[in-house]
């Protein structure tokens, strides 16, 4: 048996609070991604709160991040539907929320992130903001493995032609 | 676009990493609201706050039933978490709660002086057997007093059990509301206190016991 495994059947579930403290910050990045700053903390509201109620129910410790990122995505669909926009906006570069701390680091290539077509835009996001593996990606975006590194490498080749143009 | 194409931000990858720093702002607008709607739609099973104390920061998790654990400063914040989450449910929250804001309000009457004891309902799930009988009989020595490990043993049931009994005050999961302190050697001396033997006799001391 793997270590890997052995570690995933043995664990014990973490407090909530620490997933959240661990996970939700970049959780909400990846949100902000997805649908925009405006409704990225309803996004990640509803991300926790809808794992929360499930949180009794895990059984691997080891894959509650991409469980996370799993809900996460389903949420961002729903934000979507609710209001019938179907790409998310590009003219959304305002902090999140109120305060004046700088959104992003860098500005330029966020906006190139945000504007990315559906499929690079998720999957460079889950690789480089949730720090996913190509399997755990797969697992979120329902595809295989093969079609999530590919949507990671066209993103990433799209990003290098954008920002040297 | 506002911001013409940029060609420093290669290597690309640590650039994208970078976007995933947290902003402070967001970040604790949305833990506040989690808490607030978590606790509405009855998903904490634990929930805790940290207090201010002259001690330093308390930790005071309760449950439905109450406060079910006061975690001292000198305690490892995440252990108690930790310990929360296995012995009661992992389903633990950052968040207020009804015990929990009364126990606050003691806890500054208490260190202002104003207060001689606790009046909040407690939750004893960490503790049972004759633990929880020693710590039963130490929840009633009065303010300002003390007693042995042996009285407390002998008022709990087990003359000869003392020391069982300080095995039971050291792993009381509500000291200072349930006055562990207050349970000295009876050869002279403090004995061992959870939250160190300094913090033990800065209570006695502010009980007019020392």
Request: hydrophobic content about 40%.
């Amino acid at each position: 048996m793997s270590t890997a495994a052995t570690h995933l059947a043995g664990d014990r579930l973490p407090p909530f609070e620490q997933v959240v403290e661990l996970h939700g910050p970049v959780l909400l990045r990846y949100c902000a991604a997805q649908v925009g700053s405006d409704r990225a903390e309803d996004c990640l509201q509803e991300t926790l709160l809808s794992a929360l109620r499930g949180y009794a129910r895990v059984r691997e410790v080891g894959a509650i991040r991409s469980w996370l990122f799993s809900i996460a995505a389903n949420k961002a669909v729903d934000l979507h539907r609710g209001d019938g926009r179907l790409a998310p906006p590009v003219d959304d570069l305002a902090p999140l929320g109120a305060s004046e701390e700088p959104t992003y680091r860098d500005d330029a290539l966020w906006a190139q992130v945000r504007e990315l077509p559906e499929k690079q835009r998720q999957a460079v996001t889950l690789r480089y903001l949730g720090d996913l593996t190509h399997s755990e990606i797969a697992e979120v975006m329902e595809t295989s493995q093969e079609a999530a590194r590919r949507s990671v490498f066209e993103g990433l080749e799209r990003l290098r032609r954008e920002v040297t143009a | 676009m506002t911001n013409a194409p940029r060609s420093d931000v290669r290597p690309l990858e640590p650039s994208l990493r970078d976007l995933a720093a947290p902003h402070a702002g967001a970040w604790e607008r949305v833990r506040r609201r989690l808490s607030e709607r978590a606790a509405a739609e009855g998903l904490v099973d634990v929930s805790f706050e940290r207090h201010d104390s002259p001690l330093g920061s308390i930790l005071l998790g309760a449950t439905d039933a109450g406060l079910v654990r006061v975690g001292l400063p000198n305690e490892d914040e995440k252990a108690i978490l930790a310990e929360l989450a296995e012995r009661i449910s992992p389903r633990v929250l950052a968040g207020s709660r009804d015990s929990v804001t009364r126990a606050r309000r003691q806890l500054d009457e208490y260190f202002d002086g104003d207060r001689r004891s606790f009046d909040v309902p407690l939750d004893w799930q960490l503790t049972r057997g004759f633990r929880r009988e020693v710590l039963q009989a130490t929840a009633l020595i009065a303010y300002g007093r003390t007693a042995s490990y042996r009285e407390v043993a002998t008022a709990a049931g087990r003359p000869g059990a003392f020391r069982a009994a300080g095995t039971a005050l050291a792993t009381n999961p509500l000291p200072i509301v349930v006055p562990c302190h207050r349970v000295l050697r009876s050869a002279g001396g403090l004995g061992d206190y959870r939250g160190g033997s300094q913090a033990k006799a800065q209570l006695l001391d502010l009980e007019g016991a020392a």
